[in-house]
């Protein structure tokens, strides 16, 4: 079904009914406020989010980017850094089968998050010293996928928000190199834009293929996209021996 799609017999014209809802203007209200709370309400996706049972719109475009590149295994282990709310360890946990006690999916962030049938979660910050060696335990072993959706709040300077998220992508993927299998995967939210050659870089060192990927759940007018990095090159013996 996509989300334009309805239930329980609505018409439509075309294939499809306008059910655009307005916000009225509520006294003391912000501007931007009134304007995403709208975007909200008219977003096809976060209604099919609760349709579905996901925790956020964003489930879907981790499932449209494995729906093309296919790296969300069964059996595979999974890390879901900054995992709240839990959108990405719910894909992760329904195409592993790790509810069915197949593979690992585990989800960290910096708060605290429901629990999730099938996924373990953690409250950890991934930059602290010995996560990597956290994680591998908590999986029982290296990952096969690193996934990052993080994003910094946002201080309303372009030029700033794109380097605070490009930032957090390149600590996703200095984690991603400690903690990934030979031949594993790295997906993570970046901005379009420059300032990310030294990103792309290291992704390059590490990874067999580079791509930038925007899948439709991702709103035409956001700079949002994703960088995924397949084909874990490996680490050499000595990081292996922490030298």
């Known amino acids: 079904m996509t989300g334009n799609e309805g239930k329980g017999g609505t018409s439509r014209k075309g294939g499809r009914r306008n059910l655009r809802e307005r916000v009225k203007t509520a006294r003391g209200r912000k501007l931007s406020s009134k304007l995403w709370l709208e975007r909200?309400?008219?977003?096809p996706y976060v209604t099919k989010a609760k349709e579905e049972g996901y925790r956020s719109r964003a489930a879907f475009k981790l499932t449209e980017i494995d729906d093309k590149f296919h790296f969300l295994k069964k059996a595979g282990r999974i890390v879901d850094?900054?995992?709240?709310?839990?959108g990405w360890t719910q894909v992760s946990v329904a195409r592993t089968g790790s509810d069915k006690g197949k593979g690992k999916v585990v989800g960290i962030d910096l708060q605290e998050i429901d629990?999730?049938?099938?996924?373990d979660l953690y409250v950890l910050d991934f930059l602290d010293e010995g996560a990597d060696d956290k994680v591998k335990e908590w999986l029982g072993g290296e990952a096969d996928v690193v996934l990052s959706?993080?994003?910094?709040?946002a201080m309303g300077h372009k030029q700033t928000d794109h380097l605070r998220i490009?930032?957090?992508?390149?600590?996703?993927a200095a984690f991603a190199h400690d903690v990934l299998s030979e031949g594993g995967t790295f997906c993570a939210k970046v901005l379009q834009g420059g300032a990310d050659q030294e990103l792309l870089t290291m992704l390059r060192r590490d990874f067999k293929t580079v791509r930038h990927v925007k899948p439709a759940a991702s709103r035409?007018?956001?700079?949002?996209?994703?960088v995924l990095g397949t084909g874990f090159r490996g680490r050499d013996e000595d990081e292996e021996n922490g030298l």
């Open 166 to 172: 490009i930032a957090l992508a390149e600590a996703a």
């Open 220 to 226: 035409a007018d956001s700079s949002e996209m994703y």
């Open 40 to 43: 909200q309400l008219n977003d």
């Open 115 to 119: 629990a999730i049938p099938g996924a």
């Open 81 to 86: 850094l900054g995992a709240a709310p839990g």
């Open 149 to 153: 959706d993080m994003a910094a709040a």
